[in-house]
């Protein structure tokens, strides 16, 4: 009898395991949408259309896809009070062109606004070559948006002399070496310009999205949103 209960469990067990993956996939794909591409659009239960809420355009990494970035950052929209769009970009051989990702946002946005109403501008934060995206596309529309968060990026683009005062934040993990180097030389080169950015090293995380920089984003957002980025 022993026997045949521990043969019936491990079934069951399986079963229980395969249906909670089907309810965290079916929950998903209520906010996927393909048109006019591939993107995820969450508004939290608490949300009023009443113009006062931010729009948080999170962006994937190279091998991801819009849908990583959903759940990476929809378990927070209802604490921190934004709406989350996620597109999918892109990717050729571990780059996002930045033609063609200007291009599906734009079209995404003009759909996206239709859906919601939310704050005249947005914050964005992308991983990784979705981070070397966010910054160079905040760096030519910096006057709609508020904040961009850039995490653990390998190359950073040049800012505009129009994004002077846009406010940035990196992080990146000290084991990330060749990126950390990297983020390290870039804010020394935008302080040298006058540009500002703030530059935060996890220490022990490698190439990620950890805990710690998905919090460190989150405050980020917080305060800028707020308008009280002075000390960012």
Known sequence: ?????????????????ILSGCSVL????????????????YQPENYIPDGKWSLF??????????RDCYKQWQRYAEEYEFVLLCPTL?????????????????????????????????????YSAGGEFALAYAYRYPHAIVGVAVI???NFPQPSAQ????????????????????AQEFSEALEAKGFAARVVV???????????????????????????????
């Open 163 to 182: 994004a002077l005062n846009l406010p940035v934040l990196i992080t990146v993990g000290e084991r990330d070496e060749e990126r950390a180097k990297a």
């Open 26 to 41: 079916d929950s998903s794909r209520a906010y996927r949408h393909q048109t006019p591409s591939e993107y995820y659009l």
């Open 57 to 66: 355009i999170g962006l994937h990494g190279e091998g991801e896809t819009s």
């Open 90 to 126: 892109i990717e050729e051989e571990g780059v996002f062109s930045r033609a063609e990702g200007e291009r599906t946002i734009s079209l995404v946005l003009s759909e996206v606004y239709k859906q919601v109403v939310v704050d005249d501008r947005f914050f964005v934060a992308g």
């Open 152 to 154: 653990s990026a390998e």
């Open 202 to 232: 996890f220490t022990g995380v490698d190439h990620q999205l950890s805990g710690d920089a998905t919090r460190l984003t989150l405050d980020f957002y917080e305060q800028v949103t707020q308008r009280s980025a002075l000390d960012y």
């Open 1 to 17: 009898m022993k026997i045949q209960l521990k043969q019936a469990i491990v079934p069951f067990a399986l079963f229980a395991l």
